[in-house]
């Protein structure tokens, strides 16, 4: 038995049986880090030594009590590093937990690594790093997605069992297509983001990454609810979210957006879509057409609103209270000029810069506010979706993982791949993107994402929906050839 | 290619960031044809809709003012590339 390729309810049925220990799970998952790291480069960073002594007294009786769980670089873990994969805050120590992490040690789980990202999660391929460059463990010589594409990489890989993202504009889902595992964005305000870096705050959720839906689910019964920390967290009842888990798609009514399956889409990927969505039709689903009219307007939204919130949001990295500093500033606004400049890198400073020509005056109206009126109409677009289907079924990405520098110096590009993931957080939505199966490119298995998207606080019939159709395709049972 | 009103160098100034020449030349390039893509919204019949700020509303929210802890001073100073005498140090500011 390969402990590292175990999933979360495997490793605690063993951990209660006594067939091996949180300590023999860590020992074994860091070697297995040790061989594939070279290649992969998902983690930033890990303290193997306080791991271990947190796997040394574990209690495996907590509802996740032993089990590792990597953590994407924005998440703050006290008295670890956190960076977001930038210059700007190389060297900088996290002084407390985020809540998240809070709640995650409160269940029993441990906290171990730092994973790679885009920069100020600002990206879908992983490459706006400041430190190292991911890879697909599918096929090295591709992007694993992004922007948590260490968390995705590292599950794919077997290093760690499951693992936390963030997620603005699809930067759990999109990732966790790419590289074939489980990646589940949360309704907003489901989730505490108090100790998250803040991209945009209005969009921004954190979510799990695992190798099923059932992990997912476990997961987010430890990260979910009520925290006076963020008011934006919101006040529900308690709900277990494995409590659907294990029924069929008998009579579960599932839309099918025509808009989501557009020209240009790789031709591959959208047979494998439908040919999932076949599967779910014969497993009992009733497949309903929908519209989501909207949908051509959700990108120029997303990247007027989201940079908007980013240049607010990032103002507050200015090299005076903590982060890097330039050397030797003339005056203070030498000292901000210089500080930033050196310590972003080049997708920050764009998106910076058009967030802060969106907001400026003069232009407010033209783009800000017509962009947050738009956004109402897509929001209602899926209010009117969900009178007439449980669930929405489509791609969660138009392609497969591209291959490593493809896109590098086209942005729009890039943006215009986000166009399945956006919606969802402009809406305040729950999505989860689960394999749907696989495309061959250059004599590789490329995974593909089946993305399901329920409504706001709906994550239980959600989560059910998606065990059901991993459970009648059995994809997830595929791994990664590393 | 390039929207006429984008005045890269005056916005970068804004958002307190120094830009290369190469940086500005670049951007100017790439930032139009994102403004370009976004001119789609214009479009768009909007009379009337109310804007969305967050999509699930809650307000006034508000917790119980109780004393608690905070982070130690050591540790917050500690994080500051200049400090000193329980101060974050930066240029000087008044003449």
Same mark, same amino acid.
Request: glycine share 8%; hydrophobic share 40%.
């Given at each position: 038995?390969?402990?590292?390729?175990?999933?979360?309810?495997?490793?605690?049925?063993?951990?209660?049986?006594?067939?091996?220990?949180?300590?023999?799970?860590?020992?074994?998952?860091?070697?297995?880090?040790?061989?594939?790291?070279?290649?992969?480069?998902?983690?930033?960073?890990?303290?193997?030594?306080?791991?271990?002594?947190?796997?040394?007294?574990?209690?495996?009786?907590?509802?996740?009590?032993?089990?590792?769980?990597?953590?994407?670089?924005?998440?703050?873990?006290?008295?670890?590093?956190?960076?977001?994969?930038?210059?700007?805050?190389? %060297?900088?120590?996290?002084?407390?937990?985020?809540?998240?992490?809070?709640?995650?040690?409160?269940? =029993?789980?441990?906290?171990?690594?730092?994973?790679?990202?885009?920069?100020?999660?600002?990206?879908?391929?992983?490459?706006?790093?400041?430190?190292?460059? /991911?890879?697909?463990?599918?096929? /090295?010589?591709?992007?694993?997605?992004?922007?948590?594409?260490?968390?995705?990489?590292?599950?794919?890989?077997?290093?760690?069992?499951?693992?936390?993202?963030?997620? /603005?504009?699809?930067?759990?889902?999109?990732?966790?297509?790419?590289?074939?595992?489980?990646?589940?964005?949360?309704?907003?305000?489901?989730?505490?983001?108090?100790?998250?870096?803040?991209?945009?705050?209005?969009?921004?959720?954190?979510?799990?990454?695992?190798?099923?839906?059932?992990?997912?689910?476990?997961?987010?019964?430890?990260?979910?609810?009520?925290?006076?920390?963020?008011?934006?967290?919101?006040?529900?009842?308690?709900?277990?979210?494995?409590?659907?888990?294990?029924?069929?798609?008998?009579?579960?009514?599932?839309?099918?957006?025509?808009?989501?399956?557009?020209? %240009?889409?790789?031709?591959?990927?959208?047979?494998?879509?439908?040919?999932?969505?076949?599967?779910?039709?014969?497993?009992?689903?009733?497949?309903?057409?929908?519209?989501?009219?909207?949908?051509?307007?959700?990108?120029?939204?997303?990247?007027?609103?989201?940079?908007?919130?980013?240049?607010?949001?990032?103002?507050?990295?200015?090299?005076?209270?903590?982060?890097?500093?330039?050397?030797?500033?003339?005056?203070?606004?030498?000292?901000?000029?210089?500080?930033?400049?050196?310590?972003?890198?080049?997708?920050?400073?764009?998106?910076?810069?058009?967030?802060?020509?969106?907001?400026?005056?003069?232009?407010?109206?033209?783009?800000?506010?017509?962009?947050?009126?738009?956004?109402?109409?897509?929001?209602?677009?899926?209010?009117?979706?969900?009178?007439?289907?449980?669930?929405?079924?489509?791609?969660?990405?138009?392609?497969?993982?591209?291959?490593?520098?493809?896109?590098?110096?086209?942005?729009?590009?890039?943006?215009?791949?986000?166009?399945?993931?956006?919606?969802?957080?402009?809406?305040?939505?729950?999505?989860?993107?689960?394999?749907? =199966?696989?495309?061959?490119?250059?004599?590789?298995?490329?995974?593909?994402?089946?993305?399901?998207?329920?409504?706001?606080?709906?994550? /239980?019939?959600?989560?059910?929906?998606?065990?059901?159709?991993?459970?009648?395709?059995?994809?997830?049972?595929?791994?990664?050839?590393? | 290619?390039?929207?006429?009103?984008?005045?890269?160098?005056?916005? *970068?100034?804004?958002?307190?960031?120094?830009?290369?020449?190469?940086?500005?030349?670049?951007?100017?390039?790439?930032?139009?044809?994102?403004?370009? !893509?976004?001119?789609? #919204?214009?479009?768009?019949?909007?009379?009337?809709?109310?804007?969305?700020? !967050?999509?699930?509303? &809650?307000?006034? &929210?508000?917790?119980?003012? #109780?004393? $608690?802890?905070? #982070?130690?001073?050591? *540790? &917050?100073? $500690?994080?500051?590339?200049?400090?000193?005498?329980?101060? &974050?140090?930066?240029?000087?500011?008044?003449?």
């Amino acid at each position: 038995m390969d402990l590292a390729k175990l999933t979360i309810s495997e490793i605690q049925q063993g951990f209660r049986a006594g067939t091996f220990t949180p300590t023999d799970l860590l020992r074994t998952l860091e070697l297995r880090i040790q061989s594939a790291e070279p290649t992969i480069q998902a983690f930033l960073s890990r303290d193997f030594q306080t791991a271990l002594k947190e796997a040394g007294s574990a209690d495996v009786s907590l509802p996740l009590g032993g089990i590792p769980i990597g953590i994407k670089d924005v998440i703050n873990v006290k008295g670890q590093p956190c960076t977001a994969a930038s210059q700007i805050l190389r %060297g900088y120590t996290a002084p407390y937990d985020a809540t998240v992490i809070t709640k995650l040690r409160a269940a =029993g789980a441990i906290p171990y690594g730092r994973l790679n990202m885009d920069e100020f999660a600002m990206g879908s391929s992983t490459e706006n790093s400041s430190y190292q460059v /991911t890879k697909n463990p599918w096929d /090295t010589s591709r992007i694993p997605g992004g922007s948590s594409g260490g968390s995705a990489a590292a599950v794919a890989a077997c290093e760690v069992p499951a693992a936390l993202g963030s997620d /603005t504009g699809g930067s759990i889902r999109q990732p966790a297509a790419l590289c074939g595992c489980v990646g589940l964005k949360p309704s907003y305000g489901r989730v505490s983001r108090y100790g998250l870096i803040a991209f945009a705050s209005s969009l921004d959720q954190i979510g799990p990454f695992a190798r099923t839906t059932r992990d997912c689910a476990l997961l987010l019964n430890a990260l979910a609810g009520r925290d006076p920390m963020d008011s934006t967290s919101l006040d529900r009842p308690a709900e277990d979210f494995t409590a659907q888990l294990g029924r069929d798609l008998q009579g579960v009514r599932l839309g099918i957006p025509k808009e989501y399956f557009v020209d %240009g889409m790789n031709p591959n990927v959208r047979a494998t879509v439908e040919a999932a969505i076949k599967q779910c039709a014969d497993a009992g689903a009733e497949l309903v057409d929908i519209s989501l009219p909207h949908t051509e307007y959700a990108v120029s939204v997303y990247y007027i609103i989201a940079t908007a919130e980013a240049s607010a949001n990032l103002a507050r990295f200015d090299g005076v209270r903590y982060g890097k500093r330039a050397d030797a500033p003339k005056d203070l606004m030498d000292l901000y000029l210089r500080t930033r400049e050196e310590g972003f890198g080049r997708e920050v400073k764009r998106r910076i810069i058009l967030g802060t020509y969106v907001l400026s005056s003069g232009y407010y109206d033209a783009y800000y506010l017509r962009a947050q009126k738009a956004r109402t109409l897509i929001r209602r677009d899926f209010e009117a979706a969900y009178e007439k289907v449980d669930a929405i079924v489509c791609p969660t990405s138009p392609d497969v993982a591209f291959p490593l520098g493809e896109r590098t110096n086209d942005p729009l590009k890039m943006y215009l791949a986000d166009i399945f993931t956006i919606a969802a957080n402009l809406a305040g939505i729950c999505g989860i993107s689960v394999p749907g =199966g696989f495309v061959e490119e250059g004599g590789k298995k490329l995974p593909v994402g089946l993305q399901f998207l329920g409504k706001s606080l709906d994550e /239980t019939r959600l989560l059910s929906i998606a065990d059901a159709y991993e459970n009648a395709s059995g994809w997830s049972k595929e791994t990664a050839p590393l | 290619m390039s929207s006429p009103e984008l005045n890269i160098p005056a916005v *970068a100034r804004l958002a307190r960031l120094a830009l290369t020449e190469e940086e500005t030349a670049t951007f100017q390039g790439q930032i139009g044809r994102v403004l370009e !893509h976004i001119e789609n #919204l214009k479009k768009l019949d909007v009379t009337g809709v109310e804007p969305t700020a !967050h999509t699930y509303p &809650v307000f006034n &929210v508000t917790r119980a003012d #109780l004393p $608690g802890t905070s #982070l130690p001073r050591e *540790a &917050v100073l $500690g994080l500051a590339p200049r400090a000193a005498n329980s101060l &974050v140090i930066v240029p000087k500011v008044i003449e």
